[in-house]
C-alpha cells in the first residue's frame, strides 16, 4: 500500500492550504489515518488522526482551532485542512496509516500520536509558511 500526500505550497502567514493523502489500493482503509510534520532540525511530531469508522479526531495542541482532519470514503482520502498558518507550521507533512485494528492501547493517553502506532507512512509534501 503506498500513500500519496500532495497539497503542500509556499504560503504567507495567515493563509489557508488543504492537504490530501490518496491510498493505492482501493480495498485499503485503515482503521485510522493521520498526518505528521517534520520541521528543519526537528523530530517528526503528530498532528491529528481520524478514526475511519466513526470519524473521530485527534489534534496536537498546537494545531487546534486551526487544523481540521477529515476523510471521504468514497475516494478513500484523507484531508488535512489547515488555516491560519504560521511560520512554525513549516515543515515536511507526512500522512499516515495504521492497518492493525484498534484497541484500548490506541486510545490510551496519547499512545495515537506514537509513530510506531501507525504502519504505512506516505512520502511527504512540503508546507512552508514565510511570515
Known amino acids: 500500500v503506498q500513500l500519496q500526500a500532495s497539497g503542500g505550497g509556499l504560503l504567507q502567514a495567515g493563509g489557508s492550504l488543504r492537504l490530501s493523502c490518496a491510498a493505492s489500493?482501493?480495498?485499503?482503509?485503515?482503521?485510522?489515518r493521520g498526518w505528521f510534520r517534520q520541521a528543519p532540525g526537528k523530530e517528526r511530531e503528530f498532528v491529528s488522526s481520524i478514526t475511519w469508522s466513526d470519524a473521530s479526531t485527534r489534534y496536537a495542541d498546537s494545531v487546534k482551532g486551526r487544523f481540521t482532519i477529515s476523510r471521504d470514503v468514497a475516494k478513500n482520502t484523507v484531508y488535512l485542512e489547515m488555516n491560519s498558518l504560521k511560520p512554525e507550521d513549516t515543515a515536511i507533512y507526512y500522512c499516515?496509516?495504521?492497518?492493525?485494528?484498534?484497541?484500548?492501547?490506541?486510545?490510551?493517553?496519547?499512545?495515537?500520536?506514537?509513530?510506531?502506532?501507525?504502519?504505512?507512512w506516505g512520502q511527504g509534501t512540503l508546507v512552508t509558511v514565510s511570515s
Open positions: 499516515t496509516a495504521r492497518a492493525r485494528p484498534l484497541g484500548i492501547t490506541y486510545f490510551s493517553g496519547t499512545n495515537y500520536a506514537k509513530e510506531e502506532e501507525y504502519d504505512y
Open positions: 489500493e482501493h480495498t485499503f482503509i485503515g482503521y485510522s
